[in-house]
């Protein structure tokens, strides 16, 4: 008689006890981070204190999802289906907040109000009010 064709394990592994911390956070780090853009494109990306606690809220929930899931791969006979999405939401968000915060930064206007190295133009709001002094550009002196 030949080899068996599919093999059947009646054993299942139960799933990593940290990964089922790990996704639940990874989750709520979606969240906030739905929340945190929503009130920013609600207050046309002029948004305060608010939508960056919001914000750093996510990352931080973000890296503990990452921790633990990267701690639950350690765990020995388990079943890391969990770990393996929280560790994988975690880590596009994290490298997301990562993004913004350098975007951010790369764009954070002088004690002038102008950009670092950018020319101020009008802008759609100005351009819909039709206001004369919104069209003047001005370079970086």
């Known amino acids: 008689m030949g080899k068996p064709r599919h093999k059947i394990s009646y054993i299942r592994k139960p799933f990593a006890k940290r990964s089922l911390i790990g996704l639940p956070l990874a989750l709520v780090s979606l969240i906030l981070c739905g929340v945190s853009i929503s009130l920013s494109v609600g207050q046309q990306?002029?948004?305060g204190l608010d939508v960056a606690a919001w914000g750093i809220s996510s990352l931080l929930f973000?890296?503990?999802?990452?921790?633990?899931?990267?701690?639950?791969l350690m765990e020995r006979d388990k079943n890391y289906l969990l770990a393996k999405i929280g560790i994988w939401m975690s880590g596009v968000l994290v490298v997301?907040?990562?993004?913004?915060?350098?975007?951010?930064?790369?764009?954070?206007?002088?004690?002038?109000?102008?950009a670092a190295g950018h020319p101020v133009r009008y802008s759609a709001y100005c351009h819909a009010q039709g206001d004369a002094c919104c069209f003047q550009e001005r370079e970086m002196a």
């Not at 973000?62 to 639950?72: E, I, K, P, R």
């Not at 997301?96 to 102008?114: E, H, M, R, Y």
Request: glycine letters at 22%; a positive charge; one cysteine or more.
């Open 45 to 47: 990306g002029r948004g």
């Open 62 to 72: 973000a890296v503990v999802a990452l921790a633990y899931g990267g701690l639950s």
């Open 96 to 114: 997301f907040w990562i993004c913004i915060v350098v975007a951010g930064l790369a764009g954070k206007p002088d004690a002038s109000g102008q």
